[in-house]
């Protein structure tokens, strides 16, 4: 039977709640190298997307299968990775994403600063910011694509001759991945953890 409790706007399932479909979806999260964040599992329910995506387990597994790629098995360094993900829940105002995310970059070597400029949607902070020439550029670009829903094509130009076509198509699919996320996040208005403070808000 489904519990009475809620994660946003939606029932927070437990592990009795499950069928064996959402199950398999459960278990490949906290089984999986996501399962290792001490916040995956909160007062016995999934958080992030996933609470959310159990209720669409076939097309949850598919849509953490390819996240778990598009994170673990990326060409891309951590901090850039992170830099491409914390630009696309700062264009949507996910809390919850950026809140992860930044977490994330933090524990990869991205600095405070960086994170901040990010935050504040500002190319020139970005900049500013930033110890690695390529990362103004790719947060151009994502910003640009999160945007209008394309890379112009000088920006385009500019980012597959520094960082070649397949990364430039990882860097559009991370952006599209998270752009998920963000929206399922803020739908279904997923709440950060007890004590954390509000970005966007």
Known sequence: MTSNKRVGHLPAL??????????????????????AAPWMVQDGSLTGPFNAWLQIPDIGRAFASAGEHLRFSSSLDAVTRELVILTVGARWRSEFEFWAHAGIARDAG??????????????????????SDA????HSAVSSLVEHGVIPASQLAELTTTLGEPTAVEIVALAGYYTLVSFTLNTFAVPLPEGEQLRFS
């Open 110 to 131: 991205m600095s405070e600063n960086l994170i901040s400029a990010i935050e504040s949607g500002s190319s020139a902070a970005v900049k500013e910011a930033s110890m």
């Open 14 to 35: 437990s592990e009795a709640d499950l069928n064996d479909a959402q199950t398999q979806l459960w278990n490949d999260i906290t089984q999986g190298p996501r399962g």
């Open 135 to 138: 990362h103004p550029m790719i």
